[in-house]
């Protein structure tokens, strides 16, 4: 175990080594909760004589089958038993290992007996689909065996629409037999979460060129680019969320690579498809070519005073709430200061929206090519209607850095680490800081919060863990060999972490003591 001040950051703005953004699930990635108050008082008692109650996000399940645990994306367990430490040289603590790519933005997915993660064809399974191609892949949960890949080409347009390598870099949504994800392609795809394994070609679309038992069965698709006319800014990467019969999808409709044009002005900024039959059911511009950038957040879902709501954070850098069923605006906030300038202090938003207690959680920041900067992090009071920049600020937090994280709320605090390595705890209610502390390398993920611990990787491979509460303590820090840009996720047990190019199932007392 090393500590962080032998360690070697990463932050200087400009320096990164990393290719592009991304926004991965981590963007992707966090939290939500809020479901029924009576499973959390289930839950709390599970939690049995813990002196910390925690809230769990997670529906108990043991799954982790979307990006965030739960449509609120709060990335917070309330599983016990996880492991808090592990080596990669002497296996302890290390269930299984598997191979992807050289770069995984995608953050991994748990259900249905498998785990999914999005990265590239570096690690060629299949020679008849060879080259730079985005790829899903799937493993079987208990040993973590390759069972099947979906792949795509790269686009023509190439970097443009879809940088070089940077793979599929949506964090899957699982739901019963399917799954959903978003290609490089900026494809919404659903597949069968059992490939032709299960003996059967599911459909409406059974023509699928690749069928053998490696293969993915397709359900249905969706092509952005084709469909609403989206323009994907160097990556497609939205994580979709599930409610009743619809899911969303953000379009990552941007600018062309000379940052001026916005090639496709009248392009929705966020979808709504029929999760059974693909089929387009409301999409909202209200950004209209007024993009920043790109538009990479990704959509949250939660019941705020009674009404369902799709959040969404989008180009403009605003955070816009919908009524999920129709997609009528309810309410849209600023998360920039008016006499902000972009790219110097005015952000986007890449980091996902938490929705908590009817309040939503987010923090802006730009594309890690930018570096570092100044950021924002504010709580919203998502019961309010029309603009409410002003009405809705709870509270505006803003000794944050520019933050491509997502946050993760338990027990009055809320946790969210900034790309300068910063990770922050504020009370909740107040927005005031608790305590900070300095990972000493850019972050591109997000806290999981479980068990009275906050587990957090960073750019140097290293994941600290700390004890979670008002009092800052850290637990341990083991390094994963290559960065890591995902977030742990955890299920039945196990915690599941990918790094640039490997799969990692870590649970107590597997591999070699
Ligand atoms: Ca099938
Ligand atoms: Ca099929």
Request: aromatic share 8%; glycine share 12%; hydrophobic share 35%.
């Amino acid at each position: 175990m090393q500590t962080g001040s032998q360690k070697t950051g990463t932050r200087k703005p400009g320096a990164t080594k990393l290719t592009k953004l991304t926004m991965r699930s981590l963007w992707s990635l966090c939290a939500l909760w809020f479901k029924s108050s009576s499973l959390a008082v289930a839950l709390i008692v599970i939690a049995g004589a813990s002196t910390v109650r925690l809230r769990g996000s997670d529906p108990g399940t043991g799954d982790w089958p979307m990006w965030g645990g739960t449509p609120d994306r709060n990335m917070v367990s309330a599983m016990k038993g996880l492991p808090t430490e592990w080596d990669l040289k002497t296996k302890k603590n290390i269930k299984w290992m598997a191979e992807l790519g050289s770069q995984s933005y995608g953050n991994p997915v748990v259900g249905g007996g498998m785990v999914f993660v999005g990265t590239n064809n570096e690690r060629m399974r299949d020679p008849k689909q060879g080259g730079d191609r985005g790829v899903l892949m799937a493993f079987r949960e208990s040993d973590g065996e390759f069972m099947w890949q979906q792949t795509h080409e790269k686009l023509a347009s190439g970097r443009a629409n879809d940088w070089p390598y940077q793979g599929v870099a949506s964090s899957p949504l699982i739901e019963g037999t399917h799954i959903y994800y978003t290609s490089n392609r900026g494809v919404v795809w659903c597949l069968d979460v059992n490939g032709f394994r299960d003996g059967k070609n599911d459909g409406p679309v059974t023509d699928e060129k690749l069928t053998g038992q490696f293969d993915a069965d397709v359900i249905w698709s969706f092509d952005m680019m084709e469909e609403v006319g989206s323009y994907p800014h160097n990556m497609s990467n939205s994580s979709p969320v599930v409610f009743g019969d619809l899911i969303y999808v953000s379009t990552s409709n941007g600018q062309d690579e000379s940052h001026v044009n916005i090639p496709s002005p009248k392009a929705p900024a966020i979808i709504a498809l029929n999760k059974n039959t693909g089929k387009l059911v409301w999409e909202d511009n209200s950004v209209e070519d007024r993009i920043l950038h790109g538009q990479w957040s990704t959509p949250s879902v939660g019941k705020i005073a009674g009404v369902d709501q799709v959040v969404s954070a989008q180009g403009d850098g605003w955070v816009r709430g919908y009524e999920a069923l129709t997609g009528k605006k309810l309410w849209e906030f600023d998360t920039n200061p008016k006499d902000s300038v972009w790219p110097k202090t005015r952000n986007e938003v890449i980091g996902t929206p938490v929705i908590y207690e009817d309040k939503v959680f987010i923090a802006n920041g730009q594309d890690p090519e930018h570096g570092e900067g100044v950021g924002h992090l504010y709580a919203i009071d998502a019961t309010r209607r029309g603009d409410i920049t002003q009405s809705g600020r709870v509270w505006h937090f803003d000794k944050i850095r520019r933050s491509i994280s997502t946050a993760a709320i338990a027990d009055g605090l809320l946790y969210i680490p900034d790309f300068s390595g910063f990770l922050h705890c504020l009370d909740v209610k107040t927005g005031q800081e608790v305590w900070t502390h300095d990972m000493f390398a850019a972050v591109w993920g997000s806290a999981l919060v479980v068990d009275g611990k906050v587990y957090l990787g960073d750019e140097d491979g290293d994941v600290t863990i700390l004890q979670a509460g008002r009092t800052k303590k850290v637990i341990a820090e083991m390094n994963m060999g290559s960065a890591v840009y995902a977030t742990p996720v955890p299920a039945h047990g196990a915690l599941f972490l990918n790094n640039r190019n490997q799969l990692f199932a870590l649970a107590a007392n597997a591999g070699t003591k």
